[in-house]
C-alpha cells in the first residue's frame, strides 16, 4: 500500500538575528496509512520546525514533502491549499493553539466553511458528531476556550484537526502539558480516532515513554539530523546507536534491573548550538564511544535489519571486523 506521507532530503532553514540555523537538515521519512511514526528527541533538536514544514506553516529551503503522492514542492499557492485538508496538526499548547474569543461550535465549525461546506445545517451536525468523537458533551459547543479543562482543551484541538477528515495529523508534543492521567486519557482517545478513521501520525514528542505506548516505529532525531529509524519492539530491545541508548537508559522504571541495556553508556555535556553544529558526527562531542573516524566523517544512514536503520560509524566498524 502506498505511503500517505513520504518526506524526502528535507531541510528547513531559517535566518535569524544570531544568524544561519538548519533546523532540519536532509531528512527522509514515510508514514503508512493507518500507521503511527514517533519522532523523539531532545528540545531544539529541529522536531517542531519538521512537524511546521509538513503542514505548510514554514516553507522548506529543499527536499520534497508528498501527501498521497502529490508534491507540494511542485504545486500552485491554490494547489496546495486545496490538499490542506489531507494533512492537520494537533499543538502542544491547546490554549494557545485557541481562538479565546470563539467558541467551540465556531472553532469546529470554521474549518468546514473555508473548505467549502456551505450547508449549516450539514456543519452543525458535523460540530455534533466531532464533540461526541472526542468525548465533549454537545452543551459545550457554546464555551470558550478558557471555560474547558487543559485535557478538554486538547480534545477540543483534536476534533478540530480531525474536522476536514484528514489523511495524517502531526501532533506535536500533544500531552506534554498535561498531568499524567490526562496524558493517558488523550492517548487512548488518539487511539481510539486512529482505529476508527484510520488516519496516520507523526507523533512528536521529546519523552520516549509517551511514544513507547502509542508508535509503531520510532525515529529518534539528533541536531537536525535522524540517527536510528525502528520498529517500535525492535528500538527497544535492541537500540543500536548510542543516543537512543541513553534516551532508553533515562527513562524511569520501576524495576531497573529487568529494563536495563547491558555496557550502559552515558550521554554527558549539554545539546551543542544549533547555529553551529560539530562536524562529522554531530554526537561526537558527547558521545563515550566515539573515536577518531567520528569527528571528521558524517556517517550515513543504513539499514541493519528489516525496518531498522542507523547512522553510527560503530556498526559500520563492526560489520567491517566481522567481515
Known sequence: MSNVLEINDLVVSYRTARGHLTAVDGIS????????????????????????????????SAGSIRVEGHDLSTRSRAERRALRPKIQMVFQDPMGALDPRQQAGTILETPLKLHGLRDAAARRARVATLMEQVGLRPEFIDRLPHEFSGGQRQRLGIARALALNPSVIVCDEPVSALDVSLQAQ????????????????LFISHDLSVVEHIADRVAIMYLGKIVEVAPRSALWRTPAHPYTRALIEALPRTDPARH??????????????????????????RCPLAFA???????????????????????????AKAA
Not at 294 to 315: F, N
Request: charged residues 20%.
Open 260 to 285: 536495563r541495556i547491558a555496557d550502559k553508556q552515558v550521554i554527558g555535556g549539554d545539546l551543542p548550538s544549533p547555529y553551529n553544529p560539530p562536524a562529522g558526527c554531530r554526537l561526537h562531542t
Open 186 to 201: 488523550v492517548l487512548n482517545l488518539l487511539r481510539r480516532v486512529q482505529q476508527a478513521q484510520k488516519v496516520s501520525y
Open 29 to 60: 521519512l514515510h508514514l503508512a496509512p493507518g500507521e503511527t511514526l514517533g519522532l523523539v528527541g531532545e528540545s531544539g533538536c529541529g522536531k517542531s520546525s519538521l512537524g511546521k514544514a509538513i503542514v505548510q506553516l514554514v516553507e522548506p
Open 293 to 319: 573516524r567520528c569527528a571528521v566523517e558524517e556517517p550515513k544512514l543504513a539499514t541493519i535489519g528489516d525496518g531498522h536503520s542507523v547512522a553510527c560509524h560503530l556498526h559500520d566498524a563492526a560489520v
